[in-house]
């Protein structure tokens, strides 16, 4: 059993410290120029009680943005606004064990759509999903739905990572243009896009990204507010492929190390829960050959070993 979080604030500290040490290890993402300017050694985490009640440590001021953390979010609201069946003719249920913006298995294995919607492929197949008129309404819908489970009404696109990521991704383009061809986008892919990096530059903190964890920690009922956002069917979905699939192709890895559904981005953000426990959020932007942040890993490892979080 874990222990309560008074006591995991005493031992904190000292634990983010020593991991930061990874940080060395590492490198900062720098495919989205923006994103390069990220500290090295930056390491924050907050963990929240279902009470909103929070133990912290390090750089929990740094601001960075959700990146692919953002794919749980869109796929959620993807299954709120079309359901189950209308998802799943778009993207698969299993991992791919290649790298998060790989192009290999859309040709290579039928029927051509992405394997799930945590890989690029997928997530852009589900931005495509998102009710709304043009891709203004899309990204306000989802910006209104990422605030809500947040608690927080002010989180934004951070504008400059938008526009870094729209200007520079080539590899997404291909991705997108490549569905297009095998009928899987419908519509404009541009505009598509456009939804697709804006949510990934959605722009946060640890504690955020805390309280959006506890969301799912606690099947999609907040517990601060006791309104449920989203049915616990859709939140099972969404916590399965952060077991499988959150962590790309060290998801493996994560899973006997951590034992936590875990997504991560490549501004070095993690989401994770103790399910039913705790919401947890952490950044450390130097990220491992994975692309998942080194130092956060590590610090995850040590916790879930010291306070027996694994689910397994
Ligand atoms: O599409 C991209 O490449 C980024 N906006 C998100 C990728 C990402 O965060 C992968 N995570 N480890």
Same mark, same amino acid.
């Given at each position: ?42 390491? *924050?985490?907050?963990? $929240? @009680? ?32 079309? *359901? ?16 998060? %913006? +790989? ?15 945590? #890989? ?21 819908? #989802? ?5 809500? +489970?947040?608690?927080?009404?002010? #989180? ?7 526009? +870094?990521?729209? @200007?520079?991704?080539?590899? %997404? ?7 297009? @061809? ?26 955020? /990204?805390?309280? $959006? ?5 606690? %099947?999609?009922? @907040? ?18 492929? $952060? ?13 006997? *190390? ?16 103790? =399910? ?6 952490? /950044?450390? =932007? ?5 692309? %998942? ?20």
């Amino acid at each position: 059993m874990t222990l309560p979080l008074e006591k995991i604030q005493i031992l904190l500290p000292d634990a983010v410290e020593s991991s930061r040490k990874l940080a060395v290890q590492g490198e900062v993402a720098s495919y989205i120029p923006e994103l390069s300017r990220a500290p090295q050694h930056a390491l *924050g985490v907050c963990i $929240m @009680d279902r009470t909103g009640k929070q133990a912290s440590a390090g750089d929990t001021e740094l601001k960075f943005t959700l990146q692919s953390i953002s794919k749980v979010f869109t796929l959620l609201l993807a299954l709120l606004d079309r *359901g189950e069946e209308a998802v799943f003719t778009k993207v698969g249920k299993e991992p791919t064990g290649d790298d998060f %913006n +790989s192009m290999l298995k859309l040709e290579l294995v039928e029927p051509g759509i992405p394997f799930n919607p945590l #890989i690029n492929a997928g997530a852009i197949a589900i931005s495509s999903l998102i009710e709304g008129k043009n891709p203004k309404e899309k990204s306000q819908r #989802i910006l209104d739905f990422f605030r809500k +489970s947040a608690g927080n009404s002010s #989180i934004d696109v951070e504008e400059s990572v938008f526009r +870094s990521e729209a @200007d520079s991704a080539h590899r %997404n383009r291909s991705l997108a243009y490549f569905l297009k @061809d095998n009928g899987v986008l419908t519509g404009d892919v541009e505009e598509i896009l456009e939804v697709y990096f804006r949510h990934c530059s959605i722009e946060v903190t640890c504690s955020d /990204v805390a309280r $959006m964890a506890l969301l799912l920690a606690c %099947n999609g009922t @907040d517990p601060l507010t006791g309104e449920t956002l989203i049915p616990r069917r859709y939140v099972q979905i969404a916590k399965t492929f $952060m077991v499988t699939c959150g962590m790309y192709n060290a998801s493996g890895e994560f899973a006997i *190390g951590v034992g936590l559904p875990a997504k991560s981005g490549v501004s070095g953000g993690i989401l994770t829960m103790v =399910p039913g426990t705790y919401g947890i959020g952490l /950044v450390g =932007p130097a990220l491992n050959d994975k692309g %998942n942040s080194v130092a956060g890993v590590h610090l995850l490892e040590q916790l879930s070993s010291k306070l027996d979080w694994s689910m397994f």
